[in-house]
T-cell receptor, first 114, second 114 residues
Framework: KAGVTQTPRYLIKTRGQQVTLSCSPI?????VSWYQQTPGQGLQFLFE???????NKGNFPGRFSGRQFSNSRSEMNVSTLELGDSALYLC?????????????FGPGTRLLVL | GENVEQHPSTLSVQEGDSAVIKCTYS??????FPWYKQELGKGPQLIID?????GEKKDQRIAVTLNKTAKHFSLHITETQPEDSAVYFC?????????????FGTGTQLKVEL
């Protein structure tokens, strides 16, 4: 099976712009979670989507949003970019059966805000 | 919310020696504890996980132990090899079948020297 794929892999934006990142989960996986990774804050949970609904949300401002499509693919959007949004954004998918909670991560999208 | 502490932040061992990384968590309700390995330029890769109803789990050179009373869990790597060099993250979550939000430790940079 193909792993989790994320596009684009690298992105450079300027302050005030917005950005959309895409994630394709492992085939058959229905849950998609997003994480932000920075040297200072480490890995932090952004949100999780399941069946096109946001099921869990981390402590990030409303500028960070996401959505999931009927084929389980997910996108996240960051509006009004700030310098501090520079980070590696990771997507993870899981089967989401009652006893299957393992999350598999993609390679990430590295965002640089200038 | 959940808080996970991880020690040490850096660990240097000689090839063939053992490495131990320790984590503590705050939420006694957490029931799932995965360990991830992250190599430069890649997303985290699951190496082993343990559920709260199990005290120890082993997979070849890697083992994880869980002490629910003390709320800590540890990763043990035996017979270390240069390819084990990477950043290792522990995580904790409460999986209820209604979502899975991982709270990560701050990571351990493991260096295996020849």
């Amino acid at each position: 099976k193909a792993g989790v794929t994320q596009t684009p892999r690298y992105l450079i934006k300027t302050r005030g712009q917005q950005v959309t990142l895409s994630c394709s989960p492992i085939s058959g996986h229905r849950s998609v979670s997003w994480y932000q990774q920075t040297p200072g804050q480490g890995l932090q949970f952004l949100f999780e989507y399941f069946s096109e609904t946001q099921r869990n949300k981390g402590n990030f401002p409303g500028r960070f949003s996401g959505r999931q499509f009927s084929n389980s693919r997910s996108e996240m959007n960051v509006s009004t970019l700030e310098l501090g949004d520079s980070a590696l954004y990771l997507c993870a998918s899981s089967l989401d059966r009652v006893v299957q909670e393992t999350q598999y991560f993609g390679p990430g999208t590295r965002l640089l805000v200038l | 919310g959940e808080n996970v502490e991880q020690h040490p932040s850096t660990l240097s061992v000689q090839e063939g020696d053992s490495a131990v990384i320790k984590c503590t968590y705050s939420d006694s309700a957490s029931n799932y504890f995965p360990w991830y390995k992250q190599e430069l330029g890649k997303g985290p890769q699951l190496i082993i996980d343990i559920r709260s109803n199990v005290g120890e789990k082993k997979d070849q050179r890697i083992a994880v132990t869980l002490n629910k009373t003390a709320k800590h869990f540890s990763l043990h790597i035996t017979e270390t090899q240069p390819e084990d060099s990477a950043v290792y993250f522990c995580a904790a979550s409460l999986f209820t079948g209604g979502g899975n939000k991982l709270t990560f430790g701050t990571g351990t940079q493991l260096k295996v020297e020849l």
